[in-house]
T-cell receptor, first 118, second 115 residues
Framework: GAGVSQSPSNKVTEKGKDVELRCDPI?????LYWYRQSLGQGLEFLIY????????KSGLPSDRFSAERTGGSVSTLTIQRTQQEDSAVYLC????????????????FGPGTRLLVL | KQEVTQIPAALSVPEGENLVLNCSFT??????LQWFRQDPGKGLTSLLL?????REQTSGRLNASLDKSSGRSTLYIAASQPGDSATYLC??????????????FGQGTILTVHP
């Protein structure tokens, strides 16, 4: 596809359940980012992947959160034992190259997954 | 730690008016600064990206400026239209310390342009 896609678009789950959120970046983009947007809060960085380098996990809020990127393309964000405070919109973005240099830095965002934990 | 602040939090203007959105950041060690718009229930759309060595970028009716030394960026929208109504977010990409390589976002400015 032409843009970043995410699935599901909406997810309602019960407290304590595990959820998986999927991101398909733009083909050929080497960098992939996950962000969280909570109600009334700004966008919060979670994790990013760049090529074959070890991911930067410094934004993950707890060890219940983890992410993988298989084959340098699709990424899955997993939240274990969900809590109500995990309710948010989870946004994925990709960019061509995480290095200095103009338009290649631009991050393109997917539509997000709206997660509601009851 | 980088902090990004946007003023005003909300802005309502009549169609045709020129307007300025403000963004300030505390750490001048940035690679670039990016402006996005977010429509309700949608993801973010990149509008303009200014590298740290640049002073401004223009795209159509949009002009973004960057003054790294003072930690400020502005987004100027000329001849506003109802279709410009959205939330506008600025984000800086860190060049050092704990912010290295990461985008730090402001809280956004909610813009409403009424006919």
């Amino acid at each position: 596809g032409a843009g970043v896609s995410q699935s599901p678009s909406n997810k309602v789950t019960e407290k304590g359940k595990d959820v998986e959120l999927r991101c398909d970046p733009i083909s050929g983009h080497t960098a992939l980012y996950w962000y969280r947007q909570s109600l009334g809060q700004g966008l919060e960085f979670l994790i990013y992947f760049q090529g074959n380098s070890a991911p930067d996990k410094s934004g993950l809020p707890s060890d219940r959160f983890s992410a993988e990127r298989t084959g340098g393309s699709v990424s899955t964000l997993t939240i274990q034992r969900t809590q109500q405070e995990d309710s948010a919109v989870y946004l994925c973005a990709s960019s061509l190259l995480r290095a200095s240099g103009g338009a290649v830095e631009t991050q393109y965002f997917g539509p997000g997954t709206r997660l509601l934990v009851l | 730690k980088q902090e990004v602040t946007q003023i005003p939090a909300a802005l309502s203007v009549p169609e045709g008016e020129n307007l300025v959105l403000n963004c300030s950041f505390t750490d001048s060690a940035i690679y670039n600064l990016q402006w996005f718009r977010q429509d309700p229930g949608k993801g973010l759309t990149s509008l303009l990206l200014i590298q740290s060595s640049q002073r401004e970028q223009t795209s159509g009716r949009l002009n973004a400026s960057l003054d790294k030394s003072s930690g400020r960026s502005t987004l100027y929208i000329a001849a506003s239209q109802p279709g410009d109504s959205a939330t506008y977010l600025c984000a800086s990409k860190g060049a050092g310390g704990t912010s290295y390589g990461k985008l730090t976002f402001g809280q956004g400015t909610i813009l409403t342009v009424h006919p």
